[in-house]
Protein backbone atom coordinates (compact mmCIF):
# COMPACT_ATOMS: atom_id res chain seq x y z
CA UNK A 1 0.00 0.00 0.00
CA UNK A 2 2.94 2.01 0.93
CA UNK A 3 4.66 1.50 -2.32
CA UNK A 4 1.43 2.27 -3.97
CA UNK A 5 1.01 5.35 -2.59
CA UNK A 6 4.47 6.83 -3.53
CA UNK A 7 3.33 6.26 -6.91
CA UNK A 8 0.45 7.36 -7.23
CA UNK A 9 2.45 10.95 -5.21
CA UNK A 10 5.18 10.55 -8.61
CA UNK A 11 2.76 10.69 -11.04
CA UNK A 12 0.83 13.56 -9.13
CA UNK A 13 4.39 15.63 -9.65
CA UNK A 14 4.70 14.27 -12.62
CA UNK A 15 1.12 15.30 -14.17
CA UNK A 16 1.69 19.09 -12.73
CA UNK A 17 5.32 19.38 -14.05
CA UNK A 18 3.73 18.78 -17.29
CA UNK A 19 0.97 20.99 -17.14
CA UNK A 20 2.97 24.03 -15.27
CA UNK A 21 5.60 23.32 -18.45
CA UNK A 22 2.37 24.39 -20.91
CA UNK A 23 1.43 27.01 -18.88
CA UNK A 24 5.27 28.78 -18.31
CA UNK A 25 6.20 28.08 -22.04
CA UNK A 26 7.32 31.36 -22.21
CA UNK A 27 9.73 30.98 -25.38
CA UNK A 28 9.50 34.11 -28.18
CA UNK A 29 7.24 32.94 -31.13
CA UNK A 30 9.43 32.94 -34.11
CA UNK A 31 7.38 30.81 -36.35
CA UNK A 32 3.81 29.85 -36.44
CA UNK A 33 5.31 26.04 -34.74
CA UNK A 34 6.22 28.19 -31.78
CA UNK A 35 2.14 28.23 -30.87
CA UNK A 36 2.95 25.03 -28.95
CA UNK A 37 1.97 25.28 -25.24
CA UNK A 38 0.53 28.94 -25.71
CA UNK A 39 -2.82 30.55 -25.81
CA UNK A 40 -3.87 31.87 -29.31
CA UNK A 41 -6.95 34.26 -29.79
CA UNK A 42 -9.37 34.66 -32.92
CA UNK A 43 -11.85 36.70 -33.84
CA UNK A 44 -15.04 36.20 -35.41
CA UNK A 45 -15.01 32.81 -36.28
CA UNK A 46 -18.57 30.80 -36.06
CA UNK A 47 -17.40 27.92 -33.94
CA UNK A 48 -16.34 26.98 -30.86
CA UNK A 49 -13.08 27.89 -28.86
CA UNK A 50 -12.43 23.87 -28.64
CA UNK A 51 -13.40 23.55 -31.98
CA UNK A 52 -10.59 25.75 -33.11
CA UNK A 53 -8.25 24.73 -30.73
CA UNK A 54 -8.67 21.58 -32.27
CA UNK A 55 -8.64 22.85 -35.89
CA UNK A 56 -5.27 24.89 -35.08
CA UNK A 57 -3.49 21.81 -33.51
CA UNK A 58 -4.40 19.90 -36.42
CA UNK A 59 -3.20 21.77 -38.77
CA UNK A 60 0.14 22.69 -36.86
CA UNK A 61 0.84 19.47 -34.74
CA UNK A 62 0.71 21.35 -31.95
CA UNK A 63 -0.83 21.31 -28.36
CA UNK A 64 -2.22 25.21 -27.97
CA UNK A 65 -2.60 25.91 -23.90
CA UNK A 66 -5.72 27.25 -24.98
CA UNK A 67 -7.66 29.13 -27.27
CA UNK A 68 -10.23 32.32 -27.08
CA UNK A 69 -12.30 33.59 -30.00
CA UNK A 70 -13.55 37.32 -29.59
CA UNK A 71 -15.62 39.41 -31.97
CA UNK A 72 -13.68 42.01 -33.45
CA UNK A 73 -9.81 42.23 -35.06
CA UNK A 74 -8.94 45.27 -32.47
CA UNK A 75 -10.52 43.01 -29.12
CA UNK A 76 -8.08 40.26 -30.56
CA UNK A 77 -4.89 42.54 -30.82
CA UNK A 78 -5.51 43.84 -27.21
CA UNK A 79 -5.47 40.74 -25.88
CA UNK A 80 -1.51 39.98 -27.04
CA UNK A 81 -0.55 43.67 -25.97
CA UNK A 82 -1.81 42.98 -22.34
CA UNK A 83 -0.65 39.49 -22.24
CA UNK A 84 -4.07 37.72 -22.10
CA UNK A 85 -2.69 35.73 -25.57
CA UNK A 86 0.57 35.10 -26.82
CA UNK A 87 -0.69 35.59 -30.67
CA UNK A 88 -3.68 36.39 -32.62
CA UNK A 89 -4.55 34.66 -35.77
CA UNK A 90 -5.77 36.74 -39.09
CA UNK A 91 -4.37 37.30 -42.57
CA UNK A 92 -1.32 39.92 -43.94
CA UNK A 93 -3.54 43.01 -44.89
CA UNK A 94 -5.04 43.34 -41.51
CA UNK A 95 -2.29 42.49 -39.48
CA UNK A 96 -0.57 45.19 -40.68
CA UNK A 97 -3.26 47.65 -40.62
CA UNK A 98 -3.18 46.64 -36.75
CA UNK A 99 0.96 46.58 -36.58
CA UNK A 100 1.14 49.94 -38.73
CA UNK A 101 -0.90 51.31 -36.05
CA UNK A 102 0.72 49.93 -32.96
CA UNK A 103 4.29 49.98 -32.40
CA UNK A 104 4.34 46.97 -29.67
CA UNK A 105 2.84 44.42 -32.56
CA UNK A 106 4.07 42.52 -35.18
CA UNK A 107 3.61 39.90 -37.55
CA UNK A 108 4.43 36.25 -38.82
CA UNK A 109 3.56 35.19 -42.07
CA UNK A 110 1.94 32.23 -42.16
CA UNK A 111 0.12 29.99 -45.30
CA UNK A 112 -1.51 31.46 -48.16
CA UNK A 113 -5.11 31.76 -48.15
CA UNK A 114 -8.01 33.91 -50.29
CA UNK A 115 -10.61 36.43 -50.15
CA UNK A 116 -13.63 35.37 -52.14
CA UNK A 117 -17.36 35.87 -51.37
CA UNK A 118 -20.38 33.35 -50.08
CA UNK A 119 -23.37 32.94 -50.91
CA UNK A 120 -26.28 30.16 -50.36
CA UNK A 121 -26.18 27.39 -52.47
CA UNK A 122 -28.53 27.82 -55.62
CA UNK A 123 -28.13 31.54 -55.22
CA UNK A 124 -27.33 32.55 -58.75
CA UNK A 125 -25.01 34.71 -57.71
CA UNK A 126 -21.88 33.07 -58.21
CA UNK A 127 -21.53 33.00 -61.68
CA UNK A 128 -22.68 36.09 -62.61
CA UNK A 129 -19.90 37.96 -59.91
CA UNK A 130 -17.55 35.24 -60.89
CA UNK A 131 -17.52 36.45 -64.39
CA UNK A 132 -17.36 40.42 -63.14
CA UNK A 133 -14.00 39.29 -61.06
CA UNK A 134 -12.63 37.75 -64.30
CA UNK A 135 -13.19 40.82 -65.93
CA UNK A 136 -11.98 43.24 -63.15
CA UNK A 137 -8.64 41.20 -62.94
CA UNK A 138 -7.81 41.30 -66.97
CA UNK A 139 -8.94 44.80 -66.54
CA UNK A 140 -6.58 45.75 -63.68
CA UNK A 141 -9.06 47.16 -62.12
CA UNK A 142 -7.99 44.72 -58.81
CA UNK A 143 -4.65 45.70 -59.23
CA UNK A 144 -5.43 49.09 -58.91
CA UNK A 145 -7.77 48.70 -56.07
CA UNK A 146 -5.20 47.03 -54.50
CA UNK A 147 -2.77 50.36 -54.73
CA UNK A 148 -6.20 52.35 -53.50
CA UNK A 149 -6.59 50.34 -50.65
CA UNK A 150 -3.85 48.34 -49.37
CA UNK A 151 -0.44 49.32 -49.88
CA UNK A 152 1.56 50.47 -47.04
CA UNK A 153 1.44 54.41 -47.55
CA UNK A 154 -2.90 53.17 -47.44
CA UNK A 155 -2.68 51.56 -44.55
CA UNK A 156 -1.33 54.34 -42.70
CA UNK A 157 -4.21 57.06 -43.51
CA UNK A 158 -7.37 57.63 -41.78
CA UNK A 159 -10.38 55.01 -42.67
CA UNK A 160 -11.77 56.37 -45.94
CA UNK A 161 -15.06 55.91 -47.31
CA UNK A 162 -15.75 54.29 -50.72
CA UNK A 163 -17.88 56.11 -53.20
CA UNK A 164 -21.03 52.98 -54.66
CA UNK A 165 -22.92 54.51 -57.59
CA UNK A 166 -26.83 53.66 -57.82
CA UNK A 167 -28.35 52.05 -60.84
CA UNK A 168 -31.98 53.43 -61.00
CA UNK A 169 -34.31 50.68 -61.42
CA UNK A 170 -31.96 47.85 -60.95
CA UNK A 171 -32.29 44.93 -58.56
CA UNK A 172 -30.35 45.40 -55.20
CA UNK A 173 -28.46 42.53 -53.75
CA UNK A 174 -27.54 43.00 -49.38
CA UNK A 175 -24.15 42.24 -49.09
CA UNK A 176 -22.85 41.86 -45.38
CA UNK A 177 -19.59 43.61 -43.82
CA UNK A 178 -19.02 43.40 -40.19
CA UNK A 179 -17.26 47.38 -39.98
CA UNK A 180 -14.22 45.86 -38.34
CA UNK A 181 -11.96 44.59 -40.92
CA UNK A 182 -9.84 46.91 -42.05
CA UNK A 183 -8.52 47.05 -44.37
CA UNK A 184 -10.94 45.08 -46.07
CA UNK A 185 -14.25 46.60 -45.23
CA UNK A 186 -14.59 48.90 -42.11
CA UNK A 187 -16.95 52.36 -40.78
CA UNK A 188 -15.51 55.43 -40.97
CA UNK A 189 -16.04 57.89 -38.20
CA UNK A 190 -19.48 59.45 -39.74
CA UNK A 191 -20.61 55.76 -40.28
CA UNK A 192 -19.94 55.02 -43.97
CA UNK A 193 -18.52 51.92 -45.58
CA UNK A 194 -15.34 51.84 -46.61
CA UNK A 195 -12.26 49.88 -47.24
CA UNK A 196 -11.34 47.11 -50.56
CA UNK A 197 -14.26 44.81 -50.44
CA UNK A 198 -16.36 47.71 -50.21
CA UNK A 199 -14.87 49.73 -53.03
CA UNK A 200 -14.91 46.00 -54.62
CA UNK A 201 -18.33 45.04 -54.94
CA UNK A 202 -19.35 48.30 -55.85
CA UNK A 203 -17.09 47.66 -59.74
CA UNK A 204 -18.71 44.78 -59.81
CA UNK A 205 -22.15 46.24 -59.28
CA UNK A 206 -21.66 48.21 -62.39
CA UNK A 207 -20.66 44.71 -64.37
CA UNK A 208 -23.66 42.92 -62.95
CA UNK A 209 -26.39 45.75 -63.34
CA UNK A 210 -27.05 45.57 -59.60
CA UNK A 211 -27.37 47.74 -56.78
CA UNK A 212 -25.32 47.33 -53.30
CA UNK A 213 -27.24 47.34 -49.82
CA UNK A 214 -24.60 46.82 -46.77
CA UNK A 215 -25.94 45.07 -43.97
CA UNK A 216 -24.17 45.05 -40.91
CA UNK A 217 -23.30 41.78 -39.29
CA UNK A 218 -21.37 40.65 -36.52
CA UNK A 219 -18.50 38.00 -38.15
CA UNK A 220 -19.21 35.28 -36.51
CA UNK A 221 -23.02 35.31 -37.43
CA UNK A 222 -21.83 35.21 -41.41
CA UNK A 223 -23.49 32.13 -41.81
CA UNK A 224 -26.98 32.82 -40.34
CA UNK A 225 -27.36 35.92 -41.54
CA UNK A 226 -26.68 34.47 -44.99
CA UNK A 227 -29.07 31.46 -44.36
CA UNK A 228 -32.10 33.66 -42.99
CA UNK A 229 -31.76 35.83 -46.20
CA UNK A 230 -30.81 39.17 -43.59
CA UNK A 231 -27.89 39.04 -46.58
CA UNK A 232 -27.55 37.71 -50.19
CA UNK A 233 -23.13 36.96 -49.94
CA UNK A 234 -20.71 38.21 -47.58
CA UNK A 235 -16.63 38.45 -47.94
CA UNK A 236 -14.64 35.80 -46.49
CA UNK A 237 -11.09 35.82 -45.69
CA UNK A 238 -10.46 32.17 -44.34
CA UNK A 239 -10.51 28.80 -44.89
CA UNK A 240 -12.84 27.72 -47.28
CA UNK A 241 -12.90 24.24 -44.65
CA UNK A 242 -15.54 26.14 -42.99
CA UNK A 243 -17.89 26.25 -45.86
CA UNK A 244 -20.80 23.32 -46.22
CA UNK A 245 -22.27 21.74 -49.39
CA UNK A 246 -25.11 24.70 -48.02
CA UNK A 247 -22.91 27.44 -49.28
CA UNK A 248 -21.56 28.12 -52.77
CA UNK A 249 -17.93 30.45 -52.68
CA UNK A 250 -16.90 32.80 -55.56
CA UNK A 251 -13.21 32.30 -57.62
CA UNK A 252 -10.54 34.24 -55.22
CA UNK A 253 -10.64 38.02 -56.01
CA UNK A 254 -7.51 38.70 -54.04
CA UNK A 255 -4.61 36.43 -52.62
CA UNK A 256 -3.03 36.89 -49.49
CA UNK A 257 -1.59 34.64 -46.19
CA UNK A 258 -2.55 34.15 -43.28
CA UNK A 259 -0.46 35.77 -40.04
CA UNK A 260 0.01 35.74 -36.05
CA UNK A 261 0.02 38.93 -34.46
CA UNK A 262 2.67 38.91 -31.93
CA UNK A 263 3.85 41.08 -29.25
CA UNK A 264 7.52 42.61 -30.52
CA UNK A 265 10.53 41.70 -28.31
CA UNK A 266 11.21 44.21 -26.01
CA UNK A 267 15.00 45.58 -27.18
Given at each position: ???????????????L??????K?????????????????????????????????????????????????P??????????????????????????????????????????S???????????????A???L??N??????????????????????????????????????????????????????????????????????K????????????????????????F???Y??????D?????????????????????
Amino acid sequence: MKKLSIVLSMLLVLSLLLSACGKNNTDPITKWEDLDGKTLAGFGFAISETEFADMMNSALNITLESAVIVPTPAEMALLVQNGQADAGVTHVYNAKYICSRNDDLDYIVGGPMAASMVFNNGSGLKAEIDQAIATLKENGVIDNLKETWLSDEAMKSDPQPATIETIPGAETIKVGISGVLAPMDYATADGKPGGFNVALIGEISKLIGKNIEFVNIDPESRFLALSSGTIDLFFWNFYNSFITEDYEVSEPYLEDNGALIIKKAAD
